[in-house]
């Protein structure tokens, strides 16, 4: 029984290296990652409760109880539509590249550079962002506890917010430098923590909440109440930031698509496994917390924990409950930050290995004793630091972080799946396949993801101050035009040598990769089924 379990093991190594390799890259990573811990990484990146808690600051002024609850059942209809078009993507070409690799296939070869490489950039600040905003909002979190602890008459200032926050980045830093084995078990107690704190708290919540702060049936599903300024019906679209910004980053799972075992099974399926387990426990502990939040909605904003549903926990628990909650809290906040910087650092290094970033040549290495990329790594750890400086520029300038998460990686997911459908491609789908909802579902997903970034763009009250503008266009705009400008910048920019995902092996098949020339994904998935592949005598070495 043994023997035939690693027969099979084997072979669906060898599929994976061959499938790999027929996408013109060469096996580097240990594949690790087993179909558990796949769905892990990204379950435990999107986290639910701790990422609830860092963004219900948004829910509660743009609706409240009713915006909490039905916002969330609305947004997460269309995120799974985006999780599953991408789930096609990812089983047809799993890759770490994945979506730059997907919109240089699939788009017509006039624009696959270009978009590309901006698909690419994108992707890379929406992933240092995501990693900002996570151990951001774990440094709140923790700043919270240390108010309650002190009977709420300490209140963080923000260096000392940002202090937290620097040292959270460099643990998790330090973290990702390790084997990828011991990452991959990690993300097992990961998926753990978060549903036990998940169903705790949609059970105990409604359990220990006073009389004074349940709200009746009316109230929690039919209130809305608008502090923001917008019109009820704007506000009530603004609300979405917070299940998107919960359940976001699930891309993550194919950043490790080269550690991943069986990865054109395992990585679509774990994408829209973890969307939707997420919106269903999501909705839930949003039921609860509107059922058990008061309607005292101003003391909740402005208490001087500084934390919406730390406060709301203190109201039902009291400071020893609470205290003892909110450390788990912390605790899978903190693990996102480091399955997301995990997830980040694999992108980067993919992008680097195509020659696209700045250091490209230092980016793209291996250390040799961990297996695992450690300089980009501290690549993103240290950009994630950078980030966090906004801080300094008052709280909406550091809330930009959380919408510019949103807008860039929407921005890397709706080119990709656009370019299938509108590019110049004989695309042949994965074992996973919608079949004749593939063109709906995909064409939902993408107008859905340019609303919501237009949305994203706008400040949080209609005539806000210098200091109450949304940064976010500035700091993802800014990044964008320039890297836009480096790919045309005259003799050294991109335009001139970049030429979409770099091959690292040969094939046997009487046709050497070279250069741009790559095969379509239809192409590289039937020379996966027929052709022997093999890496070049030079890497192999």
């Known amino acids: 029984m043994d023997a035939e379990r690693q027969t099979r093991k084997t072979a669906i190594e060898l599929a994976d290296e061959q499938l790999l390799a027929s996408l013109g890259y060469k096996q580097e990573f240990q594949r690790a990652f087993t179909g558990l811990e796949t769905f892990g990484i990204a379950f435990s990146i999107i986290g639910l409760l701790p990422s609830i808690a860092s963004v219900l600051v948004y829910s509660i002024p743009d609706g409240g109880a009713s915006a909490m609850v039905w916002g969330w059942v609305v947004a997460s209809i269309f995120i799974l539509f985006v999780g599953m078009s991408m789930a096609e993507l990812a089983s047809a070409a799993p890759t770490s590249g994945g979506l730059y690799f997907w919109t240089h296939s699939l788009s017509s070869p006039r624009w696959?550079?270009?978009?590309?490489?901006?698909?690419?950039?994108?992707?890379?600040?929406?992933?240092?962002?995501?990693?900002?905003?996570?151990?951001?909002?774990?440094?709140?979190?923790?700043?919270?506890?240390?108010?309650?602890?002190?009977?709420?008459?300490?209140?963080?200032?923000?260096?000392?917010?940002?202090?937290?926050?620097?040292?959270?980045?460099?643990?998790?830093?330090?973290?990702?430098?390790?084997?990828?084995?011991?990452?991959?078990?990690?993300?097992?107690?990961?998926?753990v923590l978060n549903v036990l704190l998940c169903l705790a708290v949609i059970v105990a919540l409604p359990a220990a909440?006073?009389?004074?702060?349940?709200?009746?049936?009316?109230?929690?599903l039919g209130n809305f109440t608008n502090t923001s300024g917008w019109s009820n019906g704007f506000a009530f679209i603004l609300s979405f930031i917070a299940p998107l910004w919960t359940i976001c980053s699930f891309d993550c799972s194919v950043h490790i698509s080269e550690e991943a075992s069986n990865a054109a099974v395992a990585v679509p399926w774990a994408i829209v496994y973890a969307i939707g387990i997420a919106g269903v426990l999501g909705w839930a502990i949003n039921m609860s917390l509107?059922?058990?939040?008061?309607?005292?909605?101003?003391?909740?904003?402005?208490?001087?924990?500084?934390?919406?549903?730390?406060?709301?926990?203190?109201?039902?628990?009291?400071?020893?409950?609470?205290?003892?909650?909110?450390?788990?809290?912390?605790l899978v906040q903190y693990m996102m930050g480091s399955s997301m910087l995990l997830a980040a650092s694999r992108q980067t290094f993919a992008f680097?290995?195509?020659?696209?970033?700045?250091l490209s040549n230092w980016l793209y290495r291996m250390n040799s004793y961990t297996k695992t990329p450690v300089n980009t790594v501290w690549f993103v750890a240290i950009w994630s630091i950078i980030l966090g400086l906004l801080a300094f520029a008052g709280d909406s300038a550091i809330n930009a972080i959380f919408s510019m998460s949103i807008v860039a990686l929407y921005i890397a997911y709706a080119i990709p799946i656009a370019a299938r459908f509108l590019g110049t491609n004989d695309f042949t789908p994965g074992p996973f396949n919608l079949g004749k909802w593939s063109v709906p579902v995909g064409a939902m997903a993408v107008l859905w993801m340019v609303f919501m970034s237009i949305v994203f763009l706008f400040p949080i009250s209609p005539n806000p101050s210098v200091p109450d503008m949304n940064y976010c266009v500035v700091v993802l705009g800014g990044v964008m035009f320039l890297s836009v400008m480096w790919y045309y910048f005259p003799k050294y920019g991109g335009v001139h040598w970049f030429e979409g995902p770099v091959p690292t092996v040969e094939k046997t098949v009487g046709q050497v990769v070279e250069g741009s020339d790559r095969p379509s994904t239809s192409d590289s998935l039937e020379k996966e089924k027929n052709a022997a592949v093999m890496v070049s005598q030079r890497d192999a070495q």
């Open 112 to 191: 696959r550079n270009l978009l590309a490489w901006i698909v690419g950039y994108a992707n890379t600040i929406g992933s240092v962002a995501s990693v900002a905003s996570i151990d951001w909002g774990c440094a709140v979190q923790i700043t919270a506890a240390a108010s309650i602890g002190s009977g709420q008459t300490y209140s963080a200032t923000n260096a000392q917010t940002f202090g937290v926050y620097t040292a959270i980045v460099l643990s998790h830093a330090v973290i990702c430098c390790l084997g990828t084995r011991l990452l991959a078990r990690l993300q097992t107690v990961y998926v």
């Open 209 to 220: 909440t006073p009389k004074e702060f349940r709200n009746s049936a009316s109230y929690a």
């Open 290 to 330: 509107a059922f058990c939040m008061g309607t005292d909605l101003d003391s909740i904003m402005n208490s001087p924990v500084g934390q919406p549903m730390a406060q709301i926990f203190f109201n039902s628990f009291g400071q020893k409950g609470t205290l003892a909650l909110w450390s788990i809290v912390v």
């Open 352 to 358: 680097s290995r195509d020659g696209a970033l700045p």
